[in-house]
Each structure stands twice: as C-alpha cells, then as structure tokens.
T-cell receptor
Framework: AQSVTQPDIHITVSEGASLELRCNYS??????LFWYVQSPGQGLQLLLK??????LVQGIKGFEAEFKRSQSSFNLRKPSVHWSDAAEYFC?????????FGKGTRLHILP | DTGVSQDPRHKITKRGQNVTFRCDPI?????LYWYRQTLGQGPEFLTY????????KSRLLSDRFSAERPKGSFSTLEIQRTEQGDSAMYLC???????????FGQGTRLTVV
C-alpha cells in the first residue's frame, strides 16, 4: 500500500497567487512528515518537516505546511508564489528508518 | 562541509557494461541512503547503511546491484550488466541516526544506451 499520496500531478498558478499542494499519508502512528523541492536535474532540498508539537510548521522560502491528523494530511502552502518556485514538490514520510516519497507535484508558474 | 556529493553527475554507458557511482556524505553523518528516481516518479528507496553496516535492501535492488560503505564514510553503488531499465537518477542522502533530517546529493544521472 502506498504510504504517501499526492493527488495532483501538475498544478499551474499565476505569479503572485496563493498555492496549496495536497498530501495524504497512510500510516498507523504519526510519522515524521517532510516536504522536499527538486529543481530540474537537481537533488532534493528540504523545505520543512514535522515531527510533533505545533501542527503548523514554517519552512524555507516562505512555505508552510499544516498537519491534520483527522484527515491524514500534510498540505503545503505559500501565500504568494514567485516564478522561481516552479519545480517539483515531493511530500514524504519517515518510517522504518527511511523516507518514503510521494510521486510528486510539478508546479508551473504563469507570468 | 559542503554537503553530500556524488560522482559522476552524469554517466552514459552501453547496455551490458558495469558502472560504479560514488557518494560522499556529510562527514559526521553515520547513515547513508541510496534512492533511484525515474522520470515522473518520486525517489524510491534502494538501501541504507548505518556506519559500514548495510541494514536494509529494497526488493528493487536486484542481484546486479551492490552497494558498499567500507569504512563508514563514502559509499559506492555498482550496477553490473546494465540494462536500459536501469536508466534513472541515483540519489544519495545522509543523516544522523534517527532520521531527523536527510540531506540529499545532486544525484548521478545514468543513461544506458
């Protein structure tokens, strides 16, 4: 069974608009949760992580994510996107000593 | 320390040849992970080490694949008798014990022709 689901393969938003990328996970306990970003041909950069405590976590580059246990979700948000945010975004869970990734959402930015 | 480094960044090889990739983790990190990423997919776990011990191997890691971390520092991933299906980005990551945060290298892109 897939541990991480990112239902949107592609998302297109206009520069300056708000953004929300969806992520759902399936795991009995509250796992470690991550969002990574990958620019074309590059490795993965960690945007933010959630382990416990405050369910709204702040990350780099103005991103934030909210953990909702009742919905098994960990959605990524940004109030105003920039053209440089165009990339692929991966939600991931940490379980059994490794990180399991979703299939990613590719973000396109319209000028 | 400049982070996780991988070498080479790109490799083109003919089907049937052997290839070896190297990963140098962040120096104080005792865990090292290998992932494979194909086009349009998320990274898939292959194997990981704690120091020099290989603790887990995915069923994706066929008998043609072997990974080592002989002194608990750098690691190598070897693919023998490469196949076109091996074409992918191979990513290495390192972390401290406990999976608090994993740092990824820029990957090695393998193309098998």
């Amino acid at each position: 069974a897939q541990s991480v689901t990112q239902p949107d393969i592609h998302i297109t938003v206009s520069e300056g608009a708000s953004l929300e990328l969806r992520c759902n996970y399936s795991y009995g306990a509250t796992p470690y949760l991550f969002w990574y970003v990958q620019s074309p041909g590059q490795g993965l950069q960690l945007l933010l992580k959630y382990f416990s405590g405050d369910t709204l976590v702040q990350g780099i580059k103005g991103f934030e994510a909210e953990f909702k246990r009742s919905q098994s979700s960990f959605n990524l948000r940004k109030p105003s996107v920039h053209w440089s945010d165009a990339a692929e975004y991966f939600c991931a869970v940490g379980r059994d000593d490794k990180i399991i990734f979703g299939k990613g959402t590719r973000l396109h930015i319209l000028p | 320390d400049t982070g996780v480094s991988q070498d080479p960044r790109h490799k083109i090889t003919k089907r049937g040849q052997n290839v070896t990739f190297r990963c140098d983790p962040i120096s104080e990190h005792n865990r090292l992970y290998w992932y494979r990423q194909t086009l349009g997919q998320g990274p898939e776990f292959l194997t990981y080490f704690q120091n020099e011990a290989q603790l887990e191997k995915s069923r994706l890691l066929s008998d043609r694949f072997s990974a080592e971390r002989p002194k608990g520092s750098f690691s190598t991933l070897e693919i023998q008798r490469t196949e076109q299906g091996d074409s992918a980005m191979y990513l290495c990551a390192s972390s401290l014990t406990g999976l608090i945060e994993a740092f990824f290298g820029q990957g090695t892109r393998l193309t098998v022709v």
